[in-house]
Structures are given as structure tokens and as C-alpha cells.
């Protein structure tokens, strides 16, 4: 199977005054897959989705989304994407039904509204004023508002922030629905379990620039390979010898302590270092109350590249 193009992106530039918001970005996003924006705050993110949705002018660079030129020919690519409008664009006095119904009229071709209700879980909201929805739900609206015009390519600017856990993984949800629908979707996020968990594939970016691009799987492998095996010892007293002892263990790296008095064992060989604690533990010569493992990800990825967290 040989993927399609949906969006390519050529070497955009975008200063503000000194400031260089996008110092040179380029990928290409495929027909059917998620993409993720994944970097802190300042990476240049919102900027490079505006420009590539044609609402932001670049210094320069080129789009083309599905073989549609976004800068010479802005009206005729905006008509194959949906764009997520930030709360500011809503009539606060319009109900959810009103404001869907309005958003349908600008554009050519629009999903019944009934229907995006229904896609959405917002029925029963259908008559309420959008200043009275929750967070939740003024997200959900916005999704709906995404997929008026029945695009197929999707936009959404950090879907989820600022939401609870449960209202995340049901927006989750509807992003994955998306998907599946054959749409081709490209997100913001600052969360890496949310890029872990819906994109096919993630640009890491950070000042402006992408520093790494993959899968996550592949981005992991590749910048933080192995995980962090934690072990607390039954007599906290033992702990400075115990890790010494730890130390030569297979697969061992490096070897910390907690504050809590956990141990921690960042190993490149998992099964074998647990396998060798386990050893340890059943000869009785390392005594310890409990073992937990965490597998690295996103956030240990981009430590690595750029020796700073994604959220400080
Ligand atoms: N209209 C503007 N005028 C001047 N500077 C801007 C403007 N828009 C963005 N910037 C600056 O460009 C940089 C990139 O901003 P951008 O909004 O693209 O970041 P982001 O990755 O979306 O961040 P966040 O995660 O906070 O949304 C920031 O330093 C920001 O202050
Ligand atoms: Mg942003």
C-alpha cells in the first residue's frame, strides 16, 4: 500500500520582529493518519497550523494540500479542511444548534445539523446557550464546527487542554472516530500521553523548529530506549548499599534514589535486569518491599533531545 499526500509543508519561515516563530519547517502529512504537533509553549505549533489552515501569511515556504497551492489558491484549499475555532470565535447568546446552523452557511456544502449533534453527544444540549456549556462541551462544540463542511482534513489546536481526565478521554474518543471516518487529522498538543495515545505518527517541536519526527514507537526506540525500574528496599537504612550492589546489575545504566527512598535502575535490558532482581531477591541477599516499572515515552524523548521537560 503507497500512502497519499495530504499536506506537505516546504520550509516555512515565520518571524515576528526579531522573534523567529518558524525558522524552517518541513513535513508531510498522509490521507487517514493523526498527526501531532507535540512541543512546550512558544514552539511555534499554532503558527505553523494557521499558516498551513491558510489564516496566517508565511515570510516564506510553501503548502500544497492536496495538490492545492494554500497560498495562491486559499479559498479552494480552506474547502477540504475543518478548522477547531478557539472559544473566542463562539456567540456566547447563540444556542449549540444556532451556532452549528450559522457555521454551516458559510460554506458550500454542510453536515445536517442533527446529525453533528448527535456525532458530537450534544443533543441534549441543542437548545442551550453557549455561555451556559461546560469546558467539555464547548470543546465538543468546537469539533462539531470543525466538521461542518464535512472536510477531509482536520484541524485541532490543543483539543483537550484545560480539560478534566474523563472529558479528555471522551474527546479522545471523538478524535479517534475521526480517524476512522477516513479523515485525515493534524492536532496541537503539550501532552505527550494524548500524542502517545492518538497519532500515527509526531513532530517534535521546540523554538521554531522540529527536532524529531516518527511514530512514537520509533521515537522512543530510537531517543529513549529501555525504562526505570524502581525497587524500595525493606529497611531504608540498606538503601546506599543495596544501590551500590544494583550498579552491576545486566542492562544496569545508572542508578538513583528518591526521595521516598525508592531506588531507581535506568536499564536498557529490562527483562533482564528485572530478572536479575528478582534472583536477587528470592536469595534473600537484596530485600525489598515492592517493584514498579516505567517505560519510557514521549516526555523522556524529548528530555533527551533537548535536556528540558515539555512542561516545566
Ligand atoms: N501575532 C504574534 N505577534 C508576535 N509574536 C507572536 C504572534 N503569534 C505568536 N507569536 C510568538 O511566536 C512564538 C510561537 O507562538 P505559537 O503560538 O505558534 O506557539 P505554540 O507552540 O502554539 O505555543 P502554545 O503551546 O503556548 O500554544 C511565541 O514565542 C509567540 O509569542
Ligand atoms: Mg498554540
Not at 46 to 73: M, N
Not at 216 to 226: D, S
Not at 254 to 281: C, F, H, P, S, W
Request: glycine content about 10%; hydrophobic content about 40%; proline content about 3%.
Amino acid at each position: 500500500m503507497t500512502a497519499t499526500v495530504a499536506i506537505e509543508v516546504h520550509d516555512l519561515v515565520k518571524r515576528y520582529g526579531d522573534l523567529v516563530a518558524v525558522g524552517g519547517v518541513s513535513f508531510t502529512v498522509y490521507q487517514g493518519e493523526t498527526f501531532g504537533l507535540l512541543g512546550p509553549n512558544g514552539a511555534g505549533k499554532t503558527t505553523t497550523l494557521e499558516i498551513i489552515e491558510g489564516l496566517r501569511r508565511a515570510d516564506s515556504g510553501r503548502v500544497v494540500v492536496q495538490g492545492i497551492d494554500v497560498f495562491t489558491h486559499p479559498r479552494k484549499a480552506r474547502e477540504l479542511m475543518g478548522v477547531q475555532l478557539q472559544e473566542a470565535g463562539f456567540f456566547e447568546k447563540l444556542t449549540v444548534a444556532e451556532t452549528i446552523a450559522t457555521f454551516g452557511r458559510f460554506h458550500q456544502k454542510s453536515v445536517p445539523v442533527e446529525q453533528l449533534l448527535a456525532r458530537l453527544q450534544l443533543e441534549e444540549k441543542a437548545r442551550t446557550l453557549v455561555e451556559n456549556l461546560s469546558g467539555g462541551q464547548r470543546q465538543r462544540l468546537s469539533i462539531a464546527l470543525a466538521l461542518v463542511n464535512d472536510p477531509q482534513i482536520v484541524f485541532l489546536d490543543e483539543p483537550t487542554t484545560g480539560l478534566d481526565p474523563q472529558a479528555r478521554r471522551n474527546l479522545w474518543d471523538i478524535i479517534r472516530s475521526i480517524r476512522d471516518e477516513g479523515r485525515t487529522v493534524i492536532l496541537t498538543t503539550h501532552y505527550m500521553d494524548e500524542a502517545e495515545e492518538l497519532c500515527d505518527r509526531v513532530a517534535i517541536m521546540d523554538q521554531g523548529k522540529i527536532i524529531a519526527i516518527d511514530t512514537p514507537v520509533n521515537l522512543i526506540q530510537t531517543y529513549a530506549p529501555g525504562a526505570k525500574v524502581y525497587i524500595t528496599p525493606h529497611r531504608e537504612e540498606e538503601g546506599e548499599r543495596i544501590a551500590e550492589q544494583l550498579r552491576s546489575l545486566p542492562g544496569v545504566e545508572g542508578v538513583g534514589k528518591n526521595g521516598n527512598g525508592e531506588i531507581r535502575l535506568d536499564t536498557e535490558q529490562l527483562e533482564a535486569t528485572v530478572g536479575a532482581l528478582v534472583e536477587l531477591g528470592r536469595g534473600g541477599e537484596v530485600q525489598y518491599r515492592s517493584m514498579r516499572i516505567e517505560v519510557s515515552n514521549l516526555e523522556d524523548v524529548f528530555l533527551k533531545l533537548t535536556g528540558r521537560r515539555l512542561r516545566e
